[in-house]
């Protein structure tokens, strides 16, 4: 008999922002150890490098979120996107 094939599992849910960063806090001072081997160090600055990648993506992502609310002379709220001083909304 056949049995039902496994669901293929779920792909992994992005980490949430503070778990990433914490994550990266304590690679760095692992990093920081002189008891370290070389084989160690090298798995967490691989590791250290996707964390730092993934959290500055995630922090792009937030930025292209953020809006600003702005009270129009009518006292209606309106949304503007928000541009960081220095950059110049086109």
């Known amino acids: 008999m056949n049995s039902p094939s496994p669901k293929k599992p779920e792909p992994p849910k992005k980490a949430d922002f503070e778990k990433s960063l914490a994550r990266l806090e304590e690679v760095v001072r692992r990093l920081e150890s002189p008891q370290l081997s070389l084989d160690e160090a090298m798995k967490l600055f691989e590791e250290g ?33 928000f541009a960081p001083e220095g950059e110049e909304a086109s």
């Open 49 to 81: 490098v996707a964390l730092s990648q993934e959290c500055h993506k995630q922090l792009e992502e937030a930025e292209g979120r953020v809006e600003i609310l702005l009270k129009k002379a009518d006292g209606k709220l309106a949304a503007e996107p």
